[in-house]
């Protein structure tokens, strides 16, 4: 009998798994990586996560930015370790087992965000971002591409571009130094 049944009329059969299709509304999900920071939800798309990793040891950079915490090896390769809770302008705390290196490539640039735990992945529908709120401006603002909200929970997705460029808040204090004379 359920042969004949065209499929505008089939119903759910207990135990049969239909296959997954894509929302009616049309709505254009994102899979975008989660991490914990100073107790808040961030986002990164995943098309720029090439790895989540457990941080070892990382080497010290003489001279480096206040945020790079230095240099680790990942799968043979050298790359920056940017520490996000120095970068925000959070207390830096001690690493533990929940502390991850989130592996950025973006563009022709490989980085590790070290962060305080890593562990979600969640597909987001464009329409649930908005851009930040003007109140958020200057610094913390620039490192905001918007805030999702998924029924009661808030989660920041970062401007890598602008978390990336330690250039943009170095820029003044070096100027202010060469009118200073120094």
């Known amino acids: 009998a359920l042969a004949n049944v065209s499929k505008s009329n089939t119903k759910a059969v207990p135990g049969h798994r239909t296959p997954r299709r894509r929302p009616i509304s049309g709505k254009r999900m994102e899979p975008f990586i989660l991490f914990e920071l100073a107790g808040t939800t961030y986002g990164v798309r ?76 969640l597909k987001i529908a464009a329409e649930s971002i908005e851009p930040p709120p003007e109140a958020l401006t200057g610094l913390s603002g620039h490192y905001l591409e918007g805030v999702a909200t998924i029924g009661e929970r808030m989660i920041l997705i970062l401007n890598l571009d602008a978390v990336l460029d330690l250039e943009y808040e170095v820029e003044p204090q070096i100027s202010q130094m060469m009118t200073d004379g120094r």
Do not use: C, W
């Not at 370790?81 to 302008?89: E, H, I, S």
């Open 46 to 121: 995943s098309r720029f996560v090439q790895q989540i990793e457990m941080i070892d040891d990382v080497a010290s950079v003489p001279n480096a930015h206040p945020a790079v915490e230095g240099v680790v090896l990942v799968r043979g390769q050298v790359i920056p370790a940017l520490n996000l809770r120095t970068r925000f302008g959070f207390d830096r705390i001690d690493r533990d087992l929940r502390s991850r290196l989130v592996v950025i490539n973006k563009g022709s640039r490989t980085v590790g965000l070290v962060v305080d735990t890593a562990r979600e992945f």
